[in-house]
């Protein structure tokens, strides 16, 4: 098995996309959706969905559901005066994954959902 690793880029709180929309399950629900300029991520009260729009037009899609029970350790860092973007990084069971959001995304929000969910 291998080891997963991203770094992705967020901010602006949105309106869940279709392509996550299309992608709940019966009885999930939306309690954060963020996006970047072509990315959406949504926080259920299942998983972590990120849709990772790719090539030229973005109509490739590439989605990452991340389940609670897969994450370990996570971590939220807050925007300073000179370092203008928060972070969230999430250790997983086999990878790592380092969330940067704008100063629009709320950061703390954001560690108190994954907190609550991950002690679930």
């Known amino acids: 098995m291998g080891y997963?690793?991203?770094t992705w880029v967020l901010g602006v709180e949105c309106t869940p996309s279709n392509d996550i929309l299309e992608n709940l399950l019966d009885g999930e629900e939306i309690t954060y959706c963020c996006q970047s300029i072509r990315d959406t991520a949504a926080f259920t009260n299942?998983?972590?969905?990120?849709?990772?729009?790719?090539?030229i037009t973005g109509?490739?899609?590439?989605?990452?559901?991340?389940?609670?029970?897969?994450?370990?350790?996570?971590?939220s860092e807050n925007a300073g005066m000179i370092d203008l973007t928060?972070?969230?990084e999430i250790w997983l069971k086999d990878g790592h994954i380092k969330?940067?959001?704008?100063?629009?995304?709320?950061v703390r929000y954001?560690?108190?959902l994954?907190?609550?969910?991950?002690?679930?």
């Open 99 to 106: 969330i940067h959001l704008n100063r629009q995304a709320d």
């Open 4 to 6: 997963f690793e991203a």
């Open 46 to 55: 299942l998983r972590f969905i990120y849709c990772d729009s790719q090539g």
């Open 59 to 75: 109509t490739k899609k590439e989605i990452y559901s991340i389940p609670y029970r897969s994450i370990n350790i996570f971590s």
């Open 110 to 112: 954001i560690g108190k």
């Open 114 to 120: 994954l907190a609550f969910y991950i002690t679930q």
């Open 86 to 88: 928060s972070e969230i």
